[in-house]
């Protein structure tokens, strides 16, 4: 079964930084979108970064500057780096892709498990 694997994430102070990885597990044939997104305490899920297969970046303004979002082709693995990491970034990060997972199959989006962060004052 064709998943995406979330690795990093966890607690850190106010200030700090934290790289998250998102890898494909199982045979694929494309990548077409990339991205993450995050889910806070009372909020709505939203999609703060994505990359697409040609390389351009977006990025929600509330991480502007701050988020990086980036790719390993070879590896299959999309990466967020997160710096001056602030107590609102608290959330759960999911990881997103639309797979083609085989040369038939029109691409589908597959998020990751989610993982925590959060961010002490």
């Known amino acids: 079964q064709v998943q995406l694997v979330e690795s990093g994430g966890g607690s850190v102070q106010a200030g700090g930084s934290l790289r998250r990885s998102c890898a494909v597990s199982?045979?694929?044939?494309?990548?077409?979108?990339r991205g993450w997104e995050r889910q806070a305490p009372g909020s709505q899920r939203e999609l703060i970064a994505r990359i697409t297969k040609g390389g351009s970046t977006n990025y929600v303004d509330s991480v502007k500057g701050r988020f990086t979002i980036s790719r390993d082709n070879a590896k299959n693995t999309v990466y967020l780096q997160m710096n001056s990491l602030k107590p609102e970034d608290t959330a759960v990060y999911y990881c997103?892709?639309?797979?083609?997972?085989?040369?038939?199959?029109?691409?589908?989006?597959?998020w990751g498990q989610g993982t925590q962060v959060t961010v002490s004052s």
């Open positions: 199982g045979s694929i044939v494309r990548i077409n979108v």
């Open positions: 997103n892709a639309a797979l083609q997972i085989t040369r038939w199959m029109i691409p589908r989006d597959y």
